[in-house]
């Protein structure tokens, strides 16, 4: 089976009335894509067997590939296992590995093991059995006119555990052909898509037809993703890697990796990689900088800490701002983040500090400082830096936009002062 395109079907009535957002099929097209198989279409139906069966009947026919995720516990409302073992005439027989795993699950977490739990490892003779490792409910898959139809569970991360270590090594697999598929990552911040499309106009316009350029922005984020097929890997990389080169060398100022990543995670390894420190004293953005940095394994050693001065006091007493600074120019202004910033740096004995302060609205704004105004410094032995900028969106657009700058602010900092 030669897989090139696929159809998504999510299952369950908590999707369709709006209780839960159905993440499962955005991560499932994203894996797919990733593996160079389009997704022709979505569907979102109910815990029903006909729908479940009209469904298929729709699908199978269109695609190589269907990927359902959902209604596969032990209670009454799910009903995909039992639709499905009557849609491809089946039985169901006991699974002995995924017996055991029921048994071992249930005994690890000291809990009583029901029948509708026993049945969960009641299988589809029909159907080959895709692990579930993390639960109890085993992803399924079926053969029928050449299409696969893979039955997974509406959990994220069984569905998505399943995904990646039982169906996507079995896809690959199958491929006929040796079709490779080949992604190159740009990741800018600062710059708005349409300027960056424009500045990349020629470049992108010289791409050839194996390979895609798409545009990812988040939040101030650009992520820029080459996407190439062809049938040799190391040809296919090399020629990506001369319009990736391209692209960044056009957008040199704003590019901060060049592979999937975040800010942080850049921040986190330029740190380790120079034996840097970092310690932040915040205001508006309540100790989010602090939060992003310690998402990132292994950033104690490079974090020191963070003093969360959002009251006036904490930062004259705690941050020795002065009283005449707060006064004269208030807490959002250049000469009160200078000061937090080099105070916590040498309260914290880092090489670096980062100090935010700001009004992120919706109100609190005055003529000459209005709302979306927010401070920044960035201080180390070399150089204090400050700078001031505008952000116009709701308080919590704000707050991410605010910590994907201080973040930016610091590996500029870095870059331009340590390396
Ligand atoms: P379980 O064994 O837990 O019953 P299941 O396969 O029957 O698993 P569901 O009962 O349909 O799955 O859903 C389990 C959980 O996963 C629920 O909290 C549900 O809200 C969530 N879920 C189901 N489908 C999706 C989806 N498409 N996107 C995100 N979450 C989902
Ligand atoms: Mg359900």
């Not at 953005?285 to 939060?291: E, H, I, P």
């Amino acid at each position: 089976m030669n897989c090139r395109t696929a159809i998504i079907i999510s299952i369950g009535d908590e999707l369709l009335i709006g209780q839960v957002i159905d993440t499962n099929s955005a991560v499932i097209a994203q894996q797919l894509s990733g593996a160079g198989i389009s997704v022709l279409k979505k569907y979102t139906i109910k815990d029903e067997a006909p729908e479940i069966s009209n469904a298929l009947d729709e699908a199978i026919p269109e695609a190589d590939l269907v990927i359902m995720t959902g209604g596969l516990g032990p209670t009454n409302d799910d009903v995909t296992k039992a639709t499905l073992n009557a849609y491809f005439k089946g039985s169901l027989k006991r699974d002995e590995t995924v017996f055991q795993h029921v048994v071992a699950f249930f005994k690890k977490r000291n809990r009583p093991m029901l029948v509708v739990n026993e049945a969960q490892a009641d299988v589809p003779d029909v159907a080959q059995v895709l692990f579930n490792r993390l639960g109890t409910a085993p992803g399924m898959l079926f053969e029928k006119n050449n299409t696969w139809v893979v039955s997974l569970p509406g959990v994220p991360r069984e569905m998505q555990t399943i995904m990646l270590e039982e169906l996507m090594p079995r896809l690959l697999a199958a491929r006929t052909g040796n079709q490779v598929i080949h992604h190159e990552h740009i990741l800018l911040f600062g710059r708005g898509e349409s300027y960056v499309a424009a500045d990349i106009k020629d470049i992108e316009d010289s791409l050839p037809a194996h390979i895609s350029l798409a545009y990812l922005p988040h939040y101030g984020l650009l992520k820029l993703r080459l996407s190439g097929k062809g049938t040799n890997i190391a040809q296919l990389q090399s020629e990506m890697g001369v319009y990736a080169d391209m692209i960044h060398q056009r957008e040199l100022d704003f590019v901060f990796a060049r592979k999937e990543s975040t800010l942080e995670r850049t921040v986190v390894e330029l740190l380790q990689e120079n034996r840097l420190t970092i310690a932040s004293a915040e205001s508006c953005t309540g100790g989010m900088v602090a939060s992003r940095i310690t998402d990132i394994p292994g950033a104690s050693a490079v974090f020191m800490g963070t003093v969360v001065s959002y009251d006036n006091n904490i930062k004259h007493r705690i941050l020795g701002v002065k009283n005449e600074t707060l006064e004269q120019e208030g807490a959002v202004s250049a000469a009160c983040v200078i000061q937090m910033a080099q105070s916590v740096r040498d309260m914290m004995q880092t090489d670096i500090a980062v100090a935010i302060s700001g009004i992120l609205g919706p109100s609190g704004g005055t003529p000459t400082k209005p709302v979306g105004l927010v401070f920044f410094s960035v201080s180390s032995k070399y150089q204090t830096e400050v700078f001031d900028l505008n952000f116009p969106y709701d308080r919590a657009i704000n707050k991410e936009m605010v910590v994907n700058t201080a973040l930016n602010l610091v590996r500029k900092h870095i870059q331009a002062f340590f390396l």
